[in-house]
Nanobody, 122 residues
Framework: VQLVESGGGSVQAGGSLKLSCTRS????????IGWFRQAPGKERDGVAQ????????YYADSGKGRFTISRNSTRTTVYLQMDSLEPEDTAMYYC?????????????????WGQGTQVTVS
């Protein structure tokens, strides 16, 4: 399973960004896609996840209200729409995959990771 993130960048507070996670490889091992973020000096925390087969979603507290996770029709790409961004959202954002969705979003439960995309909000 290979995961590639894109869409990060620099934005002013109140702005929006849409991150993409493109998946290739064994889809049955990556049916559940999650988004995580890690700010400098902090642990990596879960933001949201989606079951790419059913479309069911789950949001951690950090992702509720301003973030929306979705997938495309071919289930090869998962998006994270981020609105009303705040400086506190500045972090490296990663997508990760596992075979089955469960809660909470724990780093250790995801076996496949992308390289990350930087989001900076000023």
């Amino acid at each position: 399973v290979q995961l590639v993130e894109s869409g990060g960048g620099s934005v002013q507070a109140g702005g929006s960004l849409k991150l993409s996670c493109t998946r290739s490889g064994y889809t049955f091992r990556s049916a559940c896609i999650g988004w995580f973020r890690q700010a400098p000096g902090k642990e990596r925390d879960g933001v949201a996840q989606i079951n790419t087969r059913t479309g069911n979603t789950y949001y951690a507290d950090s992702g509720k209200g301003r973030f929306t996770i979705s997938r495309n029709s071919t289930r090869t790409t998962v998006y994270l729409q981020m609105d009303s961004l705040e400086p506190e959202d500045t972090a490296m954002y990663y997508c990760a995959a596992r075979s089955v969705c469960a809660t909470p979003l724990a780093n250790a439960d995801f076996g496949y990771w992308g390289q990350g995309t930087q989001v900076t909000v000023s």
